[in-house]
């Protein structure tokens, strides 16, 4: 099955940029999106089709996709950017939806 | 606006079943595929479950086949997930959510979520 590889964790200071990698085998091939994750609150989509901002998502979020791994970038990170983060990909040969492991933003 | 409420969730003990509720309102319900996600305590999102916007085409992840059952009313606007011979690793928030417009390879929008706990 398709697998999908995020960090951890990632830190940051306020006002600074953070990058969020997603690895697979040819994602560039695939349709990334990405989701933040409050604690206690539900999954919110924040990118999709790999650099698509849904209606309300700030600017300040964007999405690549290229050749092994996908990036979702905050810029000028603020406290309220503090939140799991999980990519997702449809997986043709499967026909099953795959996560990544998740990655815990910190801003410092 | 869009809203899921999922519903059903409890302490179950193993081996027995449960049956979880989404309702679904302020868009049409017929014609988005629907999905059920889950999150174990601490844990990142595992999809389990998908069916398609006319209930013909259902999909689910190797865990939960031949013990759960993902279904739809469309008289009532509620997605279903019938799961039977629970197992201690299927204590999660089941979440479902809906598919986006002509497509049902992403999830737009989320529930709040229901917690099913399986334990003796």
């Known amino acids: 099955s398709y697998v999908l590889t995020q960090p951890p964790s990632v830190s940051v200071a306020p006002g600074k940029t953070a990058g969020i990698t997603c690895g697979g085998n040819?994602?560039?091939?695939?349709?990334v999106h990405w989701y933040q994750q409050k604690p206690g609150l539900a999954p919110v989509l924040v990118i999709y089709?790999?650099?698509v901002r849904p209606s309300g998502i700030p600017e300040r979020f964007s999405g690549s996709n290229s050749r092994n791994t996908a990036t979702l970038t905050i810029s000028r990170v603020e406290a309220g950017d503090e939140a799991d983060y999980y990519c997702?990909?449809?997986?043709?040969?499967?026909?099953?939806?795959?996560f990544g492991g998740g990655t815990k933003l910190t801003v410092l | 606006q869009v809203q899921l409420v999922e519903s059903g969730g409890g302490v179950v003990q193993p081996g027995r079943s449960l049956r979880l509720s989404c309702a679904a309102s302020?868009?049409?319900?017929?014609?988005?595929?629907m999905h059920w996600v889950r999150q174990a305590p601490g844990k990142g999102l595992e999809w389990v479950a998908v069916?398609?916007?006319?209930?013909?085409?259902?999909y689910y992840t190797e865990s939960v086949k031949g013990r759960f059952t993902i279904s739809r009313d469309s008289s009532k606007n509620t997605l279903f997930l019938e799961m039977n011979a629970l197992r201690a690793e299927d204590t999660a928030v089941y979440y479902c959510?809906?598919?986006?417009?002509?497509?049902?390879?992403?999830?737009?929008?989320w529930g709040q979520g229901t917690l099913v706990t399986v334990s003796s």
């Open positions: 959510a809906r598919g986006a417009s002509s497509t049902w390879y992403l999830l737009e929008y």
């Open positions: 302020g868009f049409t319900f017929t014609t988005y595929g």
């Open positions: 069916i398609s916007h006319d209930g013909n085409n259902k």
């Open positions: 040819n994602i560039g091939s695939k349709n």
């Open positions: 089709y790999d650099t």
């Open positions: 997702q990909v449809w997986d043709s040969s499967s026909d099953h939806w795959v």
